[in-house]
């Protein structure tokens, strides 16, 4: 039972650089998430979805985009990396279908993506 | 808009005295609250959650933590720390909108514990 699968674990982009993370989970939930944590800033939503083929933005959207287009699979995409982006990138998900409620859900979380952009 | 504040981003106990982690909530409307655990280069765990109900909630590792609306708080303990308590605690609060739950989180309170 993986849970909530992230690739890769590490990466080092150039400024300007694109890159891909990925997201999969194999609990059937309806629910995923791309969180950054920052020091001192806890964990901030970067987008999320509801359901496969939707998507919707966060808290901090700017500078990424996202797809869905499976329902395990929760893409997130830095088409120019700037240093700023340089954070820890967490996927979660939460709500698997025929549940009373997502609110009271918890969610599952990745064990993390450390990108640093130079 | 609903917010949680964590009081004090480092606290550090002796082991097997008491932890004591706050949490105030700011809400328009009565909130989901929830605990999360970071181990060093891990995900977040969840520890614990209040939906409806009684009010004290006891989760994973022996802790527990009470929602208090007078209060506007929901501060995290346990009686008696251990060296593996050590790690970054997340409160956090559902921000519902539309059909999404989306979980807002603290900037966390990173635990240390001596001996």
């Known amino acids: 039972n993986a849970g909530v699968t992230q690739t890769p674990k590490f990466r080092v982009l150039k400024t300007g650089q694109s890159m891909t993370l990925l997201c999969a989970q194999d609990?059937?939930?309806?629910?995923m998430y791309w969180y950054r944590q920052d020091p001192g800033m806890g964990l901030r939503l970067i987008h999320y979805?509801?359901?496969?083929?939707?998507?919707a933005k966060g808290e901090v959207p700017d500078g990424y985009n996202v797809s869905r287009l499976k329902k395990q699979n929760f893409l997130l995409g830095l088409e120019s990396a700037a240093p700023s982006q340089t954070s820890v990138y967490f996927c979660?998900?939460?709500?698997?279908?025929?549940?009373?409620?997502?609110?009271?859900?918890?969610?599952?979380f990745g064990s993390g993506t450390r990108l640093t952009v130079v | 808009a609903q917010s949680v504040t964590q009081l004090g981003s480092h606290v550090s106990v002796s082991e097997g005295a008491l932890v004591l982690l706050r949490c105030n909530y700011s809400?328009?409307?009565?909130?989901?609250l929830f605990w999360y655990v970071q181990y060093p280069n891990q995900g977040l765990q969840l520890l614990l959650k209040?939906?409806?109900?009684?009010?004290l909630v006891k989760g994973i590792n022996g802790f527990e933590a009470e929602f208090k609306k007078s209060e506007t708080s929901f501060h995290l303990t346990k009686p008696s720390a251990h060296m593996s308590d050590a790690a970054e605690y997340f409160c956090?609060?559902?921000?519902?909108?539309?059909?999404?739950?989306?979980?807002?989180f603290g900037t966390g309170t990173r635990l240390q514990v001596t001996l």
């Open positions: 979805s509801v359901g496969e083929g939707t998507t």
């Open positions: 209040y939906t409806t109900g009684a009010t």
């Open positions: 956090a609060v559902t921000l519902l909108t539309g059909t999404a739950s989306k979980l807002t």
């Open positions: 609990m059937n939930h309806e629910y």
């Open positions: 809400s328009s409307v009565p909130p989901y």
């Open positions: 979660a998900s939460s709500y698997p279908k025929g549940h009373t409620s997502p609110t009271n859900y918890g969610y599952t």
